[in-house]
């Protein structure tokens, strides 16, 4: 019986600092053994500072899986009359679950990098990034100005940052 040894492309990844994490997907694109699973993984390194911008995953609930660090996270439960906003600090070996289309965050406020595993329930769980949904697709002014209460200099400013 011959042995055959495949990579999961999760070592030896390049970290960039920055204000976002360093995402690397893990699905049956590039890790066939995936295929029939209906799931997805993810490799999540922040460095210091970073984070991952309020998101939503419309396909699939997301766990995430502290593997070395602190990362403090945030989920909005809109199942309730108004938003309530669910915060926790996460440490190394600490498990969070964002259910399927609630928007959630994560930033690392440490000095150190970060490592998460996140799995998926769904093949593609897609992410909707809601500054860019917002702010990157040229929504008339009035509707956001109006939306969110404010100046049509702070609207512009928004939209000028690409984030995520």
Same mark, same amino acid.
């Given at each position: 019986?011959?042995? #055959?040894?495949?990579?999961?492309?999760?070592?030896?990844?390049?970290?960039?600092?920055?204000?976002?994490?360093?995402?690397?997907?893990?699905?049956?694109?590039?890790? &066939?053994?995936?295929?029939?699973?209906?799931?997805?993984?993810?490799?999540?390194?922040?460095? &210091?500072?970073?984070?991952?911008?309020?998101?939503?995953?419309?396909?699939?609930?997301?766990?995430?899986? #502290?593997?070395?660090?602190?990362?403090?996270?945030?989920?909005?439960?809109?199942?309730?009359?108004?938003?309530?906003? @669910?915060?926790?600090?996460?440490?190394?070996?600490? #498990?969070?679950?964002?259910? =399927?289309?609630?928007?959630?965050?994560? #930033?690392?406020?440490?000095?150190?990098?970060?490592?998460?595993?996140?799995?998926?329930?769904?093949?593609?769980? =897609?992410? /909707?990034?809601?500054? =860019?949904?917002? @702010?990157? /697709?040229?929504?008339?002014?009035? /509707?956001?100005?109006?939306?969110?209460?404010?100046?049509?200099?702070?609207?512009?400013?928004?939209?000028? /940052?690409?984030?995520?």
């Amino acid at each position: 019986m011959q042995l #055959i040894q495949r990579r999961s492309g999760l070592r030896n990844i390049d970290v960039k600092q920055g204000q976002f994490a360093n995402v690397t997907n893990v699905n049956v694109n590039n890790f &066939p053994a995936l295929s029939g699973f209906g799931v997805a993984n993810a490799l999540l390194v922040y460095p &210091p500072g970073s984070m991952n911008v309020p998101h939503t995953h419309p396909r699939g609930t997301q766990t995430l899986f #502290i593997l070395e660090g602190t990362l403090q996270v945030g989920l909005i439960d809109r199942t309730q009359p108004l938003p309530v906003l @669910f915060a926790q600090t996460l440490y190394k070996d600490d #498990i969070f679950v964002f259910p =399927r289309g609630l928007v959630h965050f994560q #930033i690392n406020k440490s000095k150190k990098n970060m490592r998460v595993y996140a799995s998926f329930s769904s093949t593609n769980p =897609r992410l /909707v990034s809601l500054p =860019r949904t917002l @702010f990157g /697709v040229n929504v008339d002014e009035d /509707v956001l100005t109006k939306s969110f209460e404010v100046s049509s200099d702070i609207i512009r400013k928004l939209s000028a /940052v690409q984030p995520f």
